[in-house]
């Protein structure tokens, strides 16, 4: 172990391909797919664009809840649905034992736990080591009349078109009139409708570990591993990502967007698009020996002659040459200048690894 120094990774995107929120809504509501990506679209922009007190990105995971419910899912089923859906990323298992043996290693991730809970055993990774949405479907109920009034919404929301999110949109006024349409219906269904029903302590309840309380949990890991932010490399990839990005860059750590949206690119020091997890490892090794300024320097000469010559376990850089003969994985230092083009780039590149549809959530 290398003392003081903390790694701490999101897991959908930088761990595994999933999107286990919108993969459940989409096996389980009709319309699931468009559903989820209605609700995810007004999550951004409660989140990145009206700033609306006291919301947090991923807030999509709560505010699905009562819907679940109203189309019979249960605990079990979401523990069978994520044992039988996990894809990840090339390398990942590697990685993540390669970390555990060399520095303290944690996850946080918006997650519900039934997914992160079957990933852990997939990949051996100890779940003590891991921060993720707490749900008990189980313990709500749903009463009849509410459950057919939910599914009623659910058929009226999927109805609408995707909002569109103008470029550096600063205000409501700022989106198209039919959007501002369905974000009003938006604000109805879940700040009043779904209230004043029973189902609506979900909502209370249920606290997604997205945005802010991503900081919080590396907050509390530095604390508890007796470390401080500046001894540590945050991996994310989404909005979700965005305060725990600035958080550790504020605090002289690390910050690495990992085929990361427009959010997590601009929030970051490092953006890496790669299709295999190794790369995660080879630059958290590097900063294990050699801190940040070693890392960013790997960074400025990302090459296949740098990874021969790096301090890193020569296994890992056989493998990533073995199986990148030609062109490496890209990896590149994050500034003004190449910001707009890397956001493009990475966006387009986690599409191609995650799909359209999960590549386009936010």
């Not at 991923?58 to 009562?66: F, H, S």
């Not at 550096?168 to 029903?197: G, Q």
Request: glycine share 6%; proline share 4%.
């Amino acid at each position: 172990m290398t003392a003081g120094r903390i790694f701490i990774s999101d897991c959908e995107g930088p761990i595994s391909k999933n999107d286990n929120a919108f993969e459940v809504a989409h096996a389980f509501i009709p319309r699931g797919d468009h559903f989820f990506s209605l609700i995810s679209r007004y999550d951004d922009v409660l989140a990145d664009v009206v700033k609306r007190p006291g919301y947090r990105a991923g807030n999509t995971l709560k505010l699905i809840t009562p819907f679940l419910k109203a189309y019979g899912m249960t605990n079990a089923q979401l523990v069978e649905y994520a044992s039988d859906t996990i894809v990840v990323l090339h390398g990942a298992k590697e990685m993540l034992h390669h970390l555990l043996s060399i520095l303290p290693s944690f996850i946080v991730s918006t997650s519900y736990e039934q997914y992160i809970s079957a990933l852990c055993a997939r990949m051996d990774f100890p779940l003590s080591n891991v921060y993720c949405t707490q749900l008990d479907l189980d313990r709500y109920d749903v009463p009849l009349n509410e459950a057919a009034r939910l599914r009623e919404l659910t058929d009226e929301l999927t109805s609408y078109p995707m909002i569109h999110i103008p470029d550096r949109a600063t205000s409501i006024h700022d989106f198209s009139e039919n959007d501002r349409a369905t974000l009003k219906k938006l604000d109805e269904v879940f700040w009043e409708t779904i209230p004043r029903m029973t189902c609506g302590r979900m909502l209370e309840e249920i606290t997604p570990i997205g945005g802010e309380e991503k900081a919080k949990a590396v907050g509390a890991i530095a604390s508890n591993v007796e470390s401080d932010l500046a001894e540590v490399v945050y991996v994310g990839d989404s909005i979700t990502d965005v305060q725990a990005l600035q958080l550790v860059k504020e605090g002289g750590g690390l910050a690495i967007s990992f085929n990361g949206n427009r959010y997590a690119v601009s929030n970051a020091e490092i953006a890496v698009l790669s299709d295999t997890a190794l790369v995660t490892a080879i630059l958290v090794d590097v900063f294990t020996r050699r801190g940040k300024k070693g890392v960013l320097d790997l960074a400025r000469s990302w090459s296949h002659r740098a990874l021969e010559e790096a301090p890193v376990k020569s296994s890992l850089i056989t493998t990533i040459l073995e199986n990148h003969p030609s062109r490496l994985p890209y990896v590149q230092v994050v500034d003004d200048q190449n910001v707009e083009a890397l956001i493009e780039e990475s966006s387009r590149f986690r599409t191609s690894v995650r799909g359209e549809a999960i590549g386009r959530l936010g």
